[in-house]
């Protein structure tokens, strides 16, 4: 059985830093593009960033991410991972760890999902 599982939220202020892990099990996802999505209280689910298996591992990174937010793997462990600086009030929501991600017709999607974790930052 595939499964994602999220680590690394918690509360900060904002201004601070937090990292976020994700390892998957089941299978193995290095040929595979690998991301991270969010979703904020009462909002929809939207795309954060994306790290593909091309030359160099390309990252793709949302117009709020970019900049302060930095998406890795390690193959090695299957896992990827979520470093966010420089985090605002805005950033609060429920982080999604993605496996298989691709975009579609209507965007960012993804195969596989974890269960999420919380971000929150106060200002």
């Known amino acids: 059985q595939v499964q994602l599982v999220e680590s690394g939220g918690g509360l900060v202020q904002a201004g601070g830093s937090l990292r976020l892990s994700c390892v998957a099990s089941?299978?193995?996802?290095?040929?595979?593009?690998m991301g991270w999505f969010r979703q904020a209280p009462e909002k929809e689910r939207e795309f954060v960033a994306a790290?593909?298996?091309?030359?160099?591992?390309?990252?793709y990174y949302a117009p709020s991410a970019k900049g302060r937010f930095t998406i890795s793997r390690d193959n090695a462990k299957n896992a990827v991972y979520l470093q966010m600086n420089s985090l605002k009030p805005e950033d609060t929501a429920v982080y999604y760890c993605?496996?298989?991600?691709?975009?579609?017709?209507?965007?960012?999607?993804?195969?596989?999902w974890g269960q999420g974790t919380q971000v929150t930052v106060s200002s």
């Open positions: 089941g299978r193995t996802f290095s040929s595979v593009a």
């Open positions: 993605a496996a298989d991600v691709y975009t579609g017709d209507y965007g960012w999607e993804s195969s596989y």
């Open positions: 790290i593909s298996r091309s030359f160099g591992d390309s990252t």
